[in-house]
């Protein structure tokens, strides 16, 4: 599937396929915000808000589809545990990224994801990259470098922060590739309950190995995990798996951009976050690279 053949599904599911973009964009805008403002332990946050995640729609997917588990084959319980360690991944990663940087640059690099999906695209799936695509990869990876050469990223905290900014692309890549690839047999409560429950799993599996408290000591923290987790676990990744039953992963990851400029404001008023003047243009090369990948996939006939 492609990016126009998903224009030709969004055609024909013109407004369930744009409803659940513009909840997932809308919900991320929300979102991301929160995060910044509790400034919680990313670890500590990714166990809870998986924890209540399976909490939900564990006992919903058993409702809707009794026993769905032993409908689950050896390989999709393979997929699916794969799909837990990456979003478990990538939201520590996103979270360590945000507490380092401006909303701005952390949606754009976050952007990368679609590149990444791209590439995961060429080693399992065996496709092959048109010359436009080509073009649009390396526009967007020399934005990356640029703004870590000018934005003296390579440094200090920023060098981290674009580390884990990175990381988090590419988990959050690998999670929506595995999510086309058994999404199609698997009801949705059934795929988010297996995979949250693995995500908590791992992150307090990790936890005890290295003593890592995740009591919640605060109770104003209560309100911050409860937050993330509505917007993120019941409302982002779940309509998001609901999008990818059908839709096309490229074409999430482009309305992504979407967000840049009105995260960057978001951010300048809540947090008084600026954009170096400097590290614009990488900015723009890195996004002008992204929506030339996505515009220059090949059409099926």
Same mark, same amino acid.
């Given at each position: 599937m492609t990016f126009a053949s998903t224009g030709d599904r969004i055609q024909d599911h013109k407004y369930r396929d744009v409803l659940y /973009?513009?909840?997932?964009?809308?919900? *991320?805008?929300?979102?991301? =915000?929160?995060? #910044?403002?509790? *400034?919680?332990? =990313?670890?500590?946050?990714?166990?809870?808000?998986?924890f209540f995640g399976a909490l939900i729609f564990i006992p919903v997917a058993l409702i809707t589809q009794p026993?769905?588990?032993?409908?689950?084959? %050896?390989?999709?319980?393979?997929?699916?545990?794969?799909?837990?360690?990456? /979003? *478990?991944i990538h939201f520590i990663s996103l979270m360590e990224g945000l507490y380092q940087v401006s909303l701005g640059v952390a949606v754009t690099i976050m952007s990368t994801g679609t590149i990444w999906v791209g590439l995961l695209g060429i080693i399992l799936l065996k496709q092959r990259l048109t010359t436009g695509q080509w073009a649009g990869l390396i526009a967007g990876f020399s934005g990356i470098l640029l703004y870590a050469y000018i934005g003296d990223?390579?440094?200090?905290?920023?060098s981290s922060a674009l580390i884990w900014l990175l990381v988090s692309a590419l988990s959050s890549a690998v999670y929506i590739v595995i999510g086309q690839k058994v999404r199609s047999n698997i009801t949705n409560f059934s795929y988010v *309950?297996?995979?949250?429950?693995?995500?908590?799993? !791992?992150?307090?599996?990790?936890?005890?190995?290295?003593?890592? =408290?995740?009591?919640?000591? $605060?109770?104003?923290?209560?309100?911050? !995990?409860? /937050?993330?987790?509505?917007?993120? $676990? !019941?409302?982002?990744?779940?309509?998001?798996? /609901?999008?990818?039953?059908h839709g096309e992963a490229s074409l999430l990851q482009l309305t992504v951009l979407v967000q840049i400029p009105l995260i960057a404001i978001i %951010?300048?008023?809540?947090?008084?976050?600026? !954009?170096?003047i400097e590290v #614009? =243009?990488?900015?723009?090369?890195?996004i002008v690279g992204l929506v030339i990948y996505n515009l220059t996939q090949p059409k099926t006939g």
């Open positions: /973009l513009v909840t997932i964009n809308v919900s *991320a805008l929300i979102l991301n =915000p929160i995060v #910044v403002a509790y *400034a919680m332990d =990313p670890l500590l946050v990714t166990f809870w808000r998986c026993r769905f588990y032993k409908k689950i084959s %050896g390989s999709q319980w393979g997929f699916m545990l794969v799909a837990g360690l990456t /979003l *478990a990223s390579l440094e200090n905290t920023n *309950a297996v995979v949250f429950s693995v995500a908590a799993f !791992i992150s307090f599996g990790y936890a005890l190995i290295t003593s890592h =408290p995740i009591a919640v000591e $605060q109770s104003s923290d209560w309100v911050g !995990i409860l /937050l993330i987790t509505f917007f993120g $676990q !019941i409302i982002v990744h779940t309509v998001t798996n /609901l999008y990818l039953k %951010g300048w008023i809540l947090f008084d976050q600026r !954009i170096g #614009v =243009p990488a900015l723009l090369l890195t």
